[in-house]
């Protein structure tokens, strides 16, 4: 019995040295490129969509849109599959294109399916909930006028040991009436 007491307090005594020992943390500036594996990382996803969103508000579709309407377009962002082997959490990158559109100034978004399931159930409660002043209506949504879809792959080339990773990301922005790639 003498022996089970040493060896329960000696594990106690133990753990609470494990559990007391410090583990060093470093931040790093958000800003700070860190590529630590050379997998796709959330660095690659914001240079890309920065890069790319640069790019598709600089093309024709853009102000002959703007020539027959009007007013700026309303852009959903549909599926982009992640085609390669690593797990890309290809949200993540369709946050930041999100993003670069939204503070281009120069189109306007449309919630998600996901996130439009979420709304209308709010929506839904209003109406049964909400004063009449403050209710907002139910099928009053703003409908897209472009989806933009896409992929990211990756290409692998090796020799002796070392390997080069070529990822290419692909997006088409596709007018819903027609079904255009524009």
Same mark, same amino acid.
């Given at each position: 019995?003498?022996?089970?007491?040493?060896?329960?307090?000696?594990?106690?005594?133990?753990?609470?040295?494990?559990?007391?020992?410090?583990?060093?943390?470093?931040?790093l500036?958000?800003?700070?490129?860190? #590529?630590?594996?050379?997998?796709? /990382? !959330?660095?690659?996803?914001? +240079?890309?969509?920065?890069? *790319?969103?640069?790019? $598709?508000? &600089?093309?024709?579709?853009?102000?002959?849109?703007?020539?027959?309407?009007?007013?700026?377009?309303?852009?959903?962002?549909?599926?982009?599959?992640?085609?390669?082997?690593?797990?890309? #959490?290809?949200?993540?990158?369709? /946050? !930041?294109?999100?993003?670069? +559109?939204?503070?281009?100034? *120069?189109?306007?978004? $449309?919630? &998600?399916?996901?996130?439009?399931?979420?709304?209308?159930?709010e929506?839904?409660?209003?109406?049964?909930?909400?004063?009449?002043?403050?209710?907002?209506?139910?099928?009053?949504?703003?409908?897209?006028?472009?989806?933009?879809?896409?992929?990211?792959?990756?290409?692998?080339?090796?020799?002796?040991?070392?390997? $080069?990773?070529?990822?290419?990301?692909?997006?088409?922005?596709?007018?819903?009436?027609?079904?255009e790639?524009?």
């Amino acid at each position: 019995m003498k022996r089970v007491m040493i060896v329960a307090v000696a594990l106690l005594v133990l753990l609470a040295i494990i559990g007391c020992a410090k583990t060093k943390v470093t931040r790093l500036d958000p800003n700070t490129q860190t #590529d630590l594996s050379g997998r796709w /990382n !959330d660095t690659d996803a914001n +240079l890309v969509a920065t890069e *790319m969103m640069k790019d $598709v508000l &600089s093309r024709p579709w853009y102000s002959d849109f703007l020539k027959a309407e009007g007013r700026d377009p309303v852009i959903i962002v549909g599926n982009v599959r992640n085609m390669t082997t690593e797990h890309i #959490d290809s949200e993540v990158f369709i /946050n !930041d294109i999100e993003r670069e +559109l939204i503070n281009s100034g *120069m189109v306007r978004f $449309v919630a &998600s399916p996901e996130e439009r399931k979420e709304i209308r159930a709010e929506l839904a409660s209003q109406q049964e909930y909400a004063s009449t002043e403050t209710m907002k209506k139910i099928r009053e949504e703003t409908g897209a006028d472009f989806m933009m879809q896409g992929s990211i792959k990756v290409i692998l080339d090796a020799q002796d040991k070392v390997v $080069v990773k070529f990822y290419q990301t692909d997006l088409q922005l596709i007018e819903l009436q027609s079904t255009e790639k524009v």
